[in-house]
């Protein structure tokens, strides 16, 4: 980072000389300083003393500047480039279709009893008509501006339910940063002199050090400063300039023919930068920024190493969002604490007696010096107005300067002051209060991690669903499913009715062989007994989507109810002993895991065998269920019984067409004295066509006889006959209460 830069000096004498305060004596420059390259042993060699340790150093800078890392924090971990490039584009889109619609629109809110007035209203109306365009392309333009805006950074927390997982998101992503912060702190301070030297910065030749060495060290002792950093120099011979790193000065060239006022000027100022850790404060602010910095480097490069309109037009117009995120919200607010460092180290030359050197730098600067009119030359500077440096160093003095008894009073600056002691950072209070805190979060944490092992694990699902199907509990089975598929169990009187009957065999002795987790969703393996049989099956879990307490996520299992296929047009068909609801359709039942029995209601005519189903659990298809019915042995005897007494019956009549019989006589007219005579009872069929109703017919080869005898009168006087018939029977064997009733069907 440059802490300072100096114009090209237009003293022509190029004498080094002191003009500040009186003649103190030399120090004592080390001999090493001289003889060979500046260097020193250690990770962190040259870095700033009077701090305790190097973890006080690093933490003191990074602690400094609190706005400018809420700045760099914001901008690059909440995607503000892209959130701005969706409220420009949603903003445009808006004022166009608004500034074509917006009249209209505007009109149709307009109440009508205000549209109706007589001047009134055609005034309004008119007015919103000419002007509604403007109007709503400006509101509607704000509007859309500020939603898309909010709405990237907003996407981040779609998925949080309450409001602990937005805190504990917020501090993961803080976390992530300050992370990415550190690290690239150490990095720009460990690789600092690897850097330096790949930029072209190198070690100062011997005649370089004998002229600015001793008054680095002279610098450094005014400053009670006991060591001092590593200098290294560039070959610039036009641009007097100074920079200011961790452990590193980087002068150039052309300072070394500046007054020796002004280069001890310069180095007091940049010994204070580097004594009170302003790049430090710089390279977090920009590491916890660094996904942002990293991408706004490169239109950065482009415009500086193709210096041309054309180019700077074509590199803004592709990464506009980005320039303006850092020109607009990054910078201003960094740059804030840079130009309160530059203040902060001019007081360095005052302690150190070089007032003078450094006005009369400052004084040259202003010529050069442009309106600070705009934002970048304002709001985002790095240094202050010269004239407003200059009027600072007015107001301050060192302790032992001669004050001239007409002199305005001044204030005393000295080093305490200046770097605030061995830890300007006073964080005793904050560090109880942090540890307290932290200690409190790790008790907490644990106990709710406790709690969610304890309570909230897929294996605690798992262990749930089986013990509530082996109470045949509906309600806390439905606890341990989906939200949707906890509601249709519970509204299922038929599910409840048949997991709670006798006959309903639930798995048991559960055991979990295995669980896998992929994020959100887990595969238990379970063994079990299931109908006497060992059985193994996987169940799916996925985790709840709320939160319980809005801290704990619990499991659920997937597909833990199943659904069986019933043929249509069951009757009397139970499950469990629970009897199914007929239906012209066919249609689905809920079932869960285990032994089910499907029986169908007794009756006189038919019975049902029993059918067995099993259910695994995760089945995933519907499993048919048909409940035949099958022909009572009884139920046969009963109805050739009747069919016989209503043969009989028929027989017993003395006419030639018994009514609603299935014979009658053919021709002799007027015959007497018939008699019907049953030689063979018709073998019956008998076909079920529900649970209580059976068609009874005869087959071709089952047909039975009946004999007529009677008289006729014939020509030749009275006279016998003897007739045969065959015989079938048709009808319907219906149940009426705990009887059969057989009805015939003969057509008369």
Not at 225 to 243: C, Q
């Amino acid at each position: 980072m440059q802490q300072d830069a100096v114009q090209p000096s237009n003293d022509e004498q190029n004498q080094i000389a002191d003009n500040s305060s009186p003649p103190r004596p030399q120090p004592v420059v080390p001999e090493d300083d001289l003889a060979r390259p500046h260097s020193s042993p250690g990770r962190l060699a040259n870095r700033p003393p009077g701090y305790p340790n190097a973890v006080v150093w690093l933490r003191v800078g990074i602690l400094r500047d609190w706005r400018g890392v809420l700045g760099a924090f914001i901008a690059a971990w909440f995607y503000v480039p892209m959130a701005l490039f969706t409220a420009v584009v949603f903003a445009v889109v808006a004022a166009l279709v608004l500034s074509f619609a917006g009249g209209a629109v505007l009109v149709d809110q307009v109440p009508d009893p205000i549209r109706d007035a007589p001047v009134l209203g055609r005034l309004i109306s008119s007015f919103l008509e000419q002007s509604g365009g403007a109007i709503g392309a400006i509101v509607g333009a704000a509007l859309a501006f500020l939603i898309g805006l909010l709405m990237l950074p907003a996407l981040r927390f779609a998925g949080v339910d309450s409001g602990v997982s937005v805190l504990t998101q917020l501090a993961g992503i803080a976390a992530a940063a300050i992370v990415v912060g550190v690290l690239y702190t150490l990095y720009r301070v460990l690789l600092e002199d690897r850097l330096l030297r790949v930029s072209g910065a190198r070690d100062l030749s011997r005649r370089e050090k004998e002229l600015i060495i001793p008054i680095l060290h002279e610098c450094a002792e005014r400053l009670d400063l006991p060591g001092v950093p590593r200098l290294l120099i560039e070959d610039d011979v036009v641009s007097t300039n100074a920079r200011t790193y961790a452990r590193h000065i980087v002068v150039t060239t052309a300072l070394l023919t500046d007054p020796r006022d002004e280069i001890a000027a310069l180095l007091s100022h940049e010994l204070v930068h580097w004594r009170t850790g302003d790049e430090i404060t710089s390279a977090f602010v920009r590491g916890v920024g660094l996904p942002l910095v990293l991408v706004h480097a490169v239109p950065t490069w482009l415009m500086r190493r193709f210096p041309h309109p054309a180019t700077n037009l074509f590199v803004f117009l592709f990464f506009w969002p980005v320039l303006l995120t850092m020109k607009y919200l990054v910078q201003p607010l960094h740059r804030a604490d840079v130009r309160a460092a530059e203040y902060r180290a001019d007081l360095g030359a005052v302690v150190t007696g070089h007032t003078e050197g450094l006005r009369a730098v400052l004084e040259r600067r202003k010529s050069f010096e442009s309106g600070r009119s705009g934002w970048d030359e304002a709001v985002c500077a790095e240094h202050p107005p010269n004239e407003l440096r200059l009027e600072r160093l007015e107001s301050v003095r060192a302790g032992d300067d001669v004050v001239a008894p007409e002199t305005a009073l001044r204030r005393v600056i000295d080093t305490r002051e200046l770097f605030g002691g061995d830890d300007p950072v006073d964080l005793r209070r904050p560090a109880v209060i942090g540890g307290v805190a932290l200690l409190s979060f790790c008790l907490l944490s644990s106990l709710l991690a406790v709690v969610q092992w304890g309570f909230f694990r897929p294996e605690t699902a798992v262990e749930g669903y089986f013990s509530a199907l082996a109470d045949r509990d509906v309600d806390d089975l439905a606890g341990w499913l989906s939200p949707g598929a906890g509601a249709a169990v519970r509204g299922d009187n038929l599910l409840a009715e048949s997991i709670r009957s006798a006959d309903y065999q639930p798995p048991t002795d559960i055991d979990i062989r295995s669980i896998e987790r992929e994020d959100d969703d887990a595969t238990a393996t379970v063994s079990f007994v299931l109908a006497g049989s060992r059985m193994e099956a996987e169940v799916m879990l996925r985790r709840d989507e709320e939160s319980t307490l809005g801290v704990f996520k619990g499991w659920h299992v997937v597909g833990g109810v199943s659904t069986l296929s019933v043929v249509a047009g069951q009757q009397g068909l139970m499950i469990n002993g629970a009897s199914v609801p007929e239906s012209p359709q066919e249609q689905t039942v809920l079932s869960v895991p285990g032994a089910h029995l499907v029986t169908a209601a007794v009756n006189p005519l038919s019975e049902v065998a029993p059918q067995h189903i099993t259910l695994l659990p995760g089945a995933g298809s519907d499993t048919p269920i048909q409940a035949v019915p099958q022909l009572r042995h009884t139920a046969r005897a009963s109805i050739d019984a009747q069919v016989k007494t209503y043969l009989d019956e028929c027989a017993r009549q003395t006419v030639a067409a018994p009514s609603g019989c299935p014979f009658r006589l053919s021709g002799y007219q007027e015959a007497k004295d018939l008699k019907w005579t049953i030689n063979k009872y018709p073998v019956t069929q008998i076909d079920l066509v529900g649970p209580g109703v059976a068609e009874v017919s005869t087959p071709y080869d089952g047909l039975g006889e009946v004999r007529l005898t009677g008289t006729y009168q014939s020509f030749f006087g009275k006279e016998k006959f003897i007739e045969s018939y065959v015989v079938d029977v048709t009808g319907v064997v219906t149940v009426t209460g705990d009887e059969l009733s057989f009805a015939p069907g003969v057509d008369e």
